[in-house]
């Protein structure tokens, strides 16, 4: 016997919202049927849960990226920086954990199928597909706008790196040796360097 599950993704002008993305209205019978559904139930919302909090990182780091152009003192701009990369090494984890919990029920999806009622193409499956791909888009639309993101902070930063070299050192460097300053934490040595000649020049 396959429960009746009722469910609602919300999607505006392409925009994912955080809250009432994925709504579910369970009608659960007492049957041997119960646990599998109730499993199924708690998966969704414990990967929907996640997914928010990535969508609550994002902003953050949307704000510390703008926090970062205002920034004129080293020690400030070191701070935002190391703020940004924790937020990304907890995005890189949490979405790490999505993808495994997303694989993980679509896998229980397909075996629910062999539950008589549940095969495919009935109801209780089409339902439980629709889900589960709710949650999958909704998830993908984040980890798009993430990489988007993390790539426009990167080229900002580089470039912001480069006019910095040619202000103190009046010279145009090539970008592999831009990138390489940059992860050995050089560039910030750079922004010290540019501060103090334009103390000198007051």
Known sequence: MCLTILWRSDVNNGQTSRHGDIEMALQVPRSNSDMG?????????????????????????????????????????????????????????????????????????????????CEKGTGIDRAMMNMANALTKKFKNLTIQFQTLRQRIQ???????????????????????????????NSEQIFQQEILEAGRGQ
């Not at 926090?67 to 920086?81: F, L, Y």
């Not at 080229?155 to 592999?176: A, K, M, N, P, S």
Request: zero cysteines; a negative charge; hydrophobic letters at 35%.
């Open 155 to 185: 080229d900002e930063y580089r470039e912001v790196v480069e006019r910095r070299v040619i202000t103190v050192t009046g010279t145009r460097l090539d970008d592999e040796t831009i990138v390489h300053m940059i992860e050995t934490g």
């Open 37 to 117: 559904m109730e499993a199924f139930n708690k998966q969704i919302h414990e990967a929907d849960e996640q997914v928010d909090k990535l969508y609550v990182l994002l902003q953050k780091l949307k704000e510390a990226n703008e926090e970062s152009k205002a920034v004129t003192k080293a020690d400030a701009m070191k701070a935002i920086k190391k703020r940004m990369e924790t937020y990304v090494d907890e995005v890189g984890k949490i979405a790490l954990g999505v993808k495994t919990r997303i694989e993980a029920i679509n896998k229980d999806n397909l075996n629910n199928r062999q539950k008589p009622g």
